[in-house]
T-cell receptor, first 110, second 116 residues
C-alpha cells in the first residue's frame, strides 16, 4: 500500500462548480497535511496546510482532515479554468521527510 | 515571504560534463533544504535532504557521488550533477523549510536540465 494515495484523474469539472480532491494516507502517526498545486512545467506551490481534524478555509479553498479515517480532502469552490493543474497531497509524519502523493490532475472546463 | 529561487532555470550540457544548480532562500533562513527530481508526467522524487553545515542524507538509490549536495549556509544549497548523462535529463526542484518545527515546504521554480 502506498503511503499517500490520490486518484490520478483527470478530474473534470465545469467552471463555477466545486472540485473535490481526495487523499488517503497509511501512517496513523501523520501530523501535518498539505496541498500543493503544480501547473504543467512549473514547480509545486503550497496552497493549504492543516494540522487538526475538521475544516480549514482560505478563500475558495477548504481543506478537510479526518484522522480517524486517514483522509484529507481539498475543495475548490467556484472553480476557474486557471485552477486547472495537478494537485499534490503531502503528509509529514513528524520527521524530516514529507511524503507526496502522485497528484490528481484537475481540468476546469470553461 | 518564503521565496525560494533557483539558478539556472534551464541548462543544456554535454554528456560527461558537470552542472551546478543553486537554490537560495531569499527572505528567510532555511534550516532544511530538499532536492527533488521530476520526470515528465511523473510525481516528485525526493533525492536528498540537507541541513546547513552537515552532510546531506540521500534517498535510497540516489548516488551521492554523482549528485553532490552542499548546504553551505542557511540560505544556500547547491546540487552538482557530476559526469552528466542523457538519463540525468530531468526537472530538478529544490525546496526549503522556513523555520525549525515547521513542516511546510516552499519550492523553488525548478531547473530543467538537458544532457546531450
Amino acid at each position: 500500500q502506498k503511503e499517500v494515495e490520490q486518484n490520478s484523474g483527470p478530474l473534470s469539472v465545469p467552471e463555477g462548480a466545486i472540485a473535490s480532491l481526495n487523499c488517503t494516507y497509511s501512517d496513523r502517526g501523520s501530523q501535518s497535511f498539505f496541498w500543493y498545486r503544480q501547473y504543467s512545467g512549473k514547480s509545486p506551490e503550497l496552497i493549504m496546510f492543516i494540522y487538526s481534524n475538521g475544516d480549514k478555509e482560505d478563500g475558495r479553498f477548504t481543506a478537510q482532515l479526518n484522522k480517524a479515517s486517514q483522509y484529507v480532502s481539498l475543495l475548490i469552490r467556484d472553480s476557474q479554468p486557471s485552477d486547472s493543474a495537478t494537485y499534490l497531497c503531502a503528509i509529514d509524519t513528524g520527521g524530516f521527510k514529507t511524503i507526496f502523493g502522485a497528484g490528481t490532475r484537475l481540468f476546469v472546463k470553461a | 515571504g518564503a521565496v525560494v529561487s533557483q539558478h539556472p532555470s534551464w541548462v543544456i550540457c554535454k554528456s560527461g560534463t558537470s552542472v551546478k544548480i543553486e537554490c537560495r532562500s531569499l527572505d528567510f533562513q532555511a534550516t532544511t533544504m530538499f532536492w527533488y527530481r521530476q520526470f515528465p508526467k511523473q510525481s516528485l522524487m525526493l533525492m536528498a535532504t540537507s541541513n546547513e553545515g552537515s552532510k546531506a542524507t540521500y534517498e535510497q538509490g540516489v548516488e551521492k557521488d554523482k549528485f553532490l549536495i552542499n548546504h553551505a549556509s542557511l540560505t544556500l544549497s547547491t546540487l552538482t550533477v557530476t559526469s552528466a548523462h542523457p538519463e540525468d535529463s530531468s526537472f530538478y526542484i529544490c525546496s526549503a523549510r522556513a523555520r525549525q518545527g515547521a513542516y511546510e515546504q516552499y519550492f523553488g521554480p525548478g531547473t530543467r536540465l538537458t544532457v546531450t
